[in-house]
C-alpha cells in the first residue's frame, strides 16, 4: 500500500483503505484543526515537505497532499528549487529531468513512498502528476 495514504491515514484516525487519492480529506469523519495541524505537521517532518497555512488552504484531496510531498521529493532528487516544480511539470522541461533521473524519480519514488510503476507504465510518466496516478 500507498506508504503516504497510510500516513495521512494515521492523521485522520481512518483505515487508510477507506481513502482514496480524491478523498477530501477535510470531508473524513472527525475533521478539526487538530487534524490540520497534524497533516501539516506530517508533511515537514515525514515527508520533508514544509507547506504553509495559506498553501495548505488551497489543498483539497489527498492526492493534492502527496502532490506536495512527491514536489519536494523530486526537487530534492532532482537538486532544484521546490519552487521550479509543480504537478505540471513535465519529463524534460527542465534540464536536471533528463532520462537518467526519469529513471531515479521512479526507483526512489517506489521506495520512499511504496508505490509501484509497472515497467510498462513508466514512459508514460511525463510530467509529476502522472507519479499520482494509481
Known sequence: MNRFIESVAGVLETAPEALTLDTPFRETEGW????????LVMLENDWRAPTGIGRFMEL????????????????????VPRERLSGGTAHGSIP?????????????AEQRFG??????????????DDFLLM
Not at 478539526?32 to 497533516?39: N, V
Open 60 to 79: 483539497e484531496t489527498v492526492r493534492d497532499l502527496w502532490r506536495e510531498a512527491f514536489i519536494s521529493f523530486a526537487a530534492d532528487l532532482l537538486k
Open 96 to 108: 536536471e529531468w533528463d532520462s537518467v533521473n526519469h529513471l531515479r524519480l521512479v526507483m526512489e
Open 32 to 39: 478539526c484543526s487538530l487534524k490540520a495541524f497534524g497533516l
Open 115 to 128: 508505490v509501484h510503476y509497472p515497467l510498462e507504465r513508466i514512459p508514460e510518466l511525463k510530467t509529476i
